[in-house]
């Protein structure tokens, strides 16, 4: 039988698991839960999704039309592993409710990491995941640059990377964040989080980050320098690079965030999603024996199909993380 996912929180990130989920042959959604009656609720019910609600909101959903299965704890009662997906800082207050039930559980980028004892990549560490009870897949930026640093350690031996990332201010459908006319530098104080981030997974990585906010809703953009161990050429890297599952190699006159979401468009992809690291061609060079590059990173998509492999492992669905990688690519459309 399947094993029986639960989504707790549906919003930019927990929707799109939900639907990645839903295409996989051995993994099924028993439900996604919904604080308020708004369009994403009315989505999820057109989807055919189970919808369950903390206990005390049940009645105000009835009478707005819909059919509750239950409340959060029904939900998460009949699910093998529940994927958090509620706001950052939200999620650690689920922790109890899912140690009591005895429910696997995955939580996001925005939790610290200490909240569970494994951060998790697809191709870094997905062997620490195996069968594990509680896993943290790292934030949108930390597994950009994970799906780079890995395979240029593996080959190279990564000396030291050095990162600046400009982030999207929010989300396509958020109306409340910014700026609308500023770059902030946030931090202000160096270096960022997202490089110690990349340690929870890569501990021996030598990488400090500096970032800032920028007035785009689109994607982040990482702008790289990695200094590496062994020499090599910019070809060399970008024939590295294409051979990843999770990589796409932009090019094609692409030389915007904007242009690679309207490609995303152009393929028809569902939300325009665009899953893989977009590294811009280009931009690869070595100069004087450093490399260098430019990638985009799709913030409300690239870590959903970690998500799918996430549960793969901790349920011991598949042991090899390359055949756990394909399957989700295939049945997702990633790499297309
Ligand atoms: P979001 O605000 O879009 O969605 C969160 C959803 O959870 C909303 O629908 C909200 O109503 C619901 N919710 C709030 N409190 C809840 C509760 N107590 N129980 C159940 N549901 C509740 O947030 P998001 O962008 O999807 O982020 C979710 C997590 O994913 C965060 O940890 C975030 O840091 C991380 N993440 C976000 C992005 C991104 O760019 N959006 C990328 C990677 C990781």
């Known amino acids: 039988s399947k094993v029986k996912v639960a989504i707790n929180g549906y919003g930019t990130i927990g929707k799109r698991?939900?639907?990645?989920?839903?295409?996989?042959?051995?993994?099924?959604?028993?439900?996604?839960?919904?604080?308020?009656?708004?369009?994403?609720?009315?989505?999820?019910?057109?989807?055919?999704?189970?919808?369950?609600?903390?206990?005390?909101?049940?009645?105000?959903?009835?009478?707005?039309?819909?059919t509750i299965a239950g409340s959060v704890e029904d939900m998460i009662k009949a699910a093998d592993i529940v994927v958090d997906c509620t706001p950052g800082k939200v999620g650690v207050s689920n922790k109890a409710l899912y140690e009591k039930e005895g429910v696997k559980a995955i939580w996001q980028g925005g939790e610290s990491k200490d909240i569970a004892p494994i951060s998790f990549n697809s191709e870094a560490n997905y062997a620490d995941a195996l069968g594990a009870d509680y896993v943290r897949v790292v934030s949108c930026n930390t597994t950009g640059l994970c799906r780079v640093i890995y395979p240029l350690d593996q080959k190279y031996g990564v000396e030291k990377v050095r990162v600046t990332i400009v982030r999207r201010g929010?989300?396509?459908?958020?109306?409340?964040?910014?700026?609308?006319?500023?770059?902030?530098?946030?931090?202000?104080?160096?270096p960022s989080h997202h490089g110690p981030d990349v340690k929870t997974i890569m501990p021996h990585i030598n990488i400090t980050s500096a970032a800032m906010k920028a007035p785009t809703s689109f994607m982040h953009l990482h702008v790289l320098n990695i200094q590496?161990?062994?020499?090599?050429?910019?070809d060399e890297v970008k024939n590295l690079f294409a051979t990843r599952p999770r990589i796409q190699m932009i090019a094609d006159g692409i030389s915007a965030t904007a242009q690679i979401?309207?490609?995303?468009?152009?393929?028809?992809?569902?939300?325009?999603?665009?899953?893989?690291?977009?590294?811009f061609k280009e931009s690869v060079s070595v100069d004087d024996g450093e490399l260098y590059f430019f990638q985009a990173i799709h913030q409300e998509s690239d870590v959903?199909?970690?998500?799918?492999?996430?549960?793969?492992a901790m349920m011991s669905l598949e042991k090899d993380n390359l055949k756990s990688i394909e399957k989700t690519n295939k049945s997702m459309g990633i790499g297309i």
């Open 170 to 190: 929010g989300d396509p459908g958020d109306i409340k964040s910014g700026p609308i006319d500023a770059l902030v530098l946030d931090p202000i104080k160096l």
């Open 17 to 66: 698991v939900a639907d990645a989920v839903a295409l996989q042959d051995d993994m099924e959604i028993i439900g996604i839960s919904k604080t308020r009656p708004n369009f994403e609720a009315k989505t999820a019910a057109m989807k055919g999704y189970d919808i369950y609600t903390p206990a005390d909101k049940i009645d105000s959903f009835k009478k707005d039309g819909y």
């Open 228 to 234: 590496l161990k062994n020499e090599c050429t910019a």
């Open 304 to 312: 959903i199909p970690e998500n799918v492999d996430a549960i793969r």
């Open 261 to 279: 979401i309207e490609y995303g468009r152009d393929l028809g992809r569902p939300r325009n999603d665009m899953w893989e690291n977009c590294v």
